[in-house]
């Protein structure tokens, strides 16, 4: 086990610092415990049995993630880039509805990662000092793209903003989970109604 006094690796977009083989092992060994007791639990999980069940002090566990977001973060940072890729990708293609419904798709999949994670990413919306929130700014920057672009294509109504679109969003997520355990057929149909009733008038 590590002492802890070893940079914690940076978020997506800051310089690399190098990190000891010893701390880089523990870190390694807290993601995946973490991401199997989330899996197992929902994003509520104990942060003491991740620690236990990783073989190190929690005190290592809160130098390398001093909050929960920056566990979370750090375990859906691949997905957040993964997202703004395929959202960049999808501003190359002639816009219609079904770029917009692929996007909006991939993105309510990413949520259903972990029970609990809609709430979470919702609350983030309003809490800029959130780690979730900083390391998803460049993913709902091209979703929202992609809304503003359905709007100037008159294929969704102007007065919805990005904010408010996220909040549907996650609202149908939420409500897919909570009444229908994910069902991924439930979630095509409430988001094909969310889509209809978004339509211009």
């Known amino acids: 086990m590590g002492d802890g006094t070893a940079p914690q690796p940076p978020r997506a977009g800051t310089a690399a610092r190098p990190m000891r083989a ?3 092992r523990n870190y390694d060994r807290l993601l995946a415990v973490a991401r199997d007791a989330f899996a197992e639990r929902g994003i509520e999980a104990s942060l003491e049995d991740v620690a236990r069940r990783a073989e190190v002090g929690i005190g290592t566990l809160y130098r ?39 996007w909006t798709r991939s993105f309510m999949e990413m949520l259903g990662t972990y029970r609990g994670l809609t709430a979470a990413l919702t609350a983030t919306l309003a809490d800029e000092t959130s780690e979730l929130h900083a390391s998803c700014a460049a993913m ?11 709007q100037e294509s008159g294929l969704v109504r102007t007065d919805v903003d990005a904010s408010e679109f996220m ?31 978004l339509a211009p008038r």
Do not use: Y
């Open 64 to 102: 390398h993630f001093p909050t929960r977001d920056a566990l979370l973060e750090a375990l859906l940072r691949e997905r957040f880039d993964a997202l703004t890729a395929k959202g960049r990708a999808l501003l190359d293609r002639p816009c219609d509805r079904a770029v917009l419904l692929d």
């Open 22 to 24: 010893d701390a880089r």
């Open 140 to 150: 709902r920057g091209t979703g929202t793209a992609l809304l503003v672009r359905a």
């Open 167 to 197: 909040t549907l969003v996650n609202g149908v997520t939420w409500g897919n989970e909570q009444s229908f355990a994910g069902s991924p057929e439930r979630l095509d149909k409430l988001l094909g109604i969310v889509l209809d009733g």
